[in-house]
């Protein structure tokens, strides 16, 4: 009797998603520069959970009430009103552990939000510096899987996709991977895997981070594979150790 195997797509772009079946699927947010990568540091390194939300307000409103800590960026940098930002360089595990963090992104926490309109089951975090933990668990749960690329504002950016092609070049042994975006996504991947840092100056978000702010580590650590390998699973409104 042949295993049917589940179902793998990528989704290249927030303004996409609405075209892909979550229900009963693991949805992967993918946020390579920042967000996914200062999620796993978080998580990493002891933290209660992370709190995803929309707007700033709401990071300031929540943390006020439950003695949090507020943080996020918009279009690269510290958001106006708060003390803490989105590089996963901020949150050593002096500062965070046992600590929750009430998060807002310009890109990524949107995705999230949107993943949860569309009724989708299982919701991970995932990139490079979690990618093995990612991986694993998506073969463990057997079920369809869409790699949601944050992209930048609705648009295309390489390095989620990059990461996409990381799980697919993984996991595919374990699915049915019949999409043109998959298939992109691998063969980007498997063309720039041996130098992602060197590749990474090619990248328009690169040059947003590095020369405007000069955040060069930051896009290190978001490139190194497995150097915050933890599951960020979200349940209940949080993001949360999964393991």
Known sequence: MVKIKPSLYTCLSPALLHLYDLKNAVVVIIDVFRATSTIAA???NGAKCIIPVDTVAKAIDISKKIDAIAAGERDGQIA???QHGNSPLEYSKQFIEGKTLVLTTTNGTKLLQMALDNNADTIISGSFPNLSSVCKFLIEQNKNVVLGCAG????????????AGAVISKVKEHFTVHCDSSLTAELLYESNKSDLAGFAPNLTHYHR????FGLIEDINFCLTPDVADVLVLYKDGKL????
């Open 209 to 212: 981070l590095v020369e405007r």
């Open 152 to 163: 930048w504002k609705d648009r295309y950016n390489i390095e989620d996709t990059l990461f």
């Open 80 to 82: 106006e009103g708060l």
């Open 42 to 44: 978080v998580i990493k």
């Open 240 to 243: 949360i150790n999964g393991k």
